[in-house]
């Protein structure tokens, strides 16, 4: 069912997280691959603290799709796994559970490699 609320709230907040990124660029001396850590890192703490839910619910894939989801899912299979297998779960209950999307990253820029080909910037 179509619901423009839902997309709003999503553009919002997908647009949020994006802005405060464009603000780090900008306004400090933070490379992007450290402001995409920081945000990875974000989605860590928020899913440990149990905060990241209620985000999701609210704001959908505005929230879990930018690094910060990646982040609180790398938590959220290690916490799982913690709990079932214990120490050793929590070192690899994370990558086992965002192994899929990790493997698509991989082999979509092993395509991209091939197709196009990359330069330096001026």
């Keep these: ?4 609320i839902m997309y ?3 553009f919002a907040i997908g647009g949020l997280v994006c802005m405060i990124g464009q603000i ?16 990875l890192l974000f ?14 619910d609210f704001a959908g894939a505005g929230i879990s799709v930018p ?10 299979g290690a916490i799982d796994a913690g709990n079932v297998t214990g120490l050793l779960g929590v070192f690899t209950g994370g990558l086992t ?3 899929g999307g990790l ?5 979509a820029g092993y395509v991209f490699g091939l197709i196009f080909s990359s330069r330096t910037k001026k």
Excluded: Y
Excluded at 103 to 107: D, K, Q, S
């Design 1 to 4: 069912m179509f619901d423009p």
């Design 8 to 10: 709003l709230k999503v």
């Design 24 to 39: 780090l660029i900008i306004t400090t001396k933070m490379t992007s691959a450290r402001i995409l850590v920081s945000f």
């Design 43 to 56: 989605g860590v703490v928020l899913e440990a603290f149990g905060w990241f839910e209620p985000i999701r």
């Design 67 to 76: 690094i910060i989801g990646f982040g609180a899912s790398l938590a959220r």
């Design 97 to 99: 559970t965002v192994a």
């Design 103 to 107: 493997a698509a990253a991989i082999f």
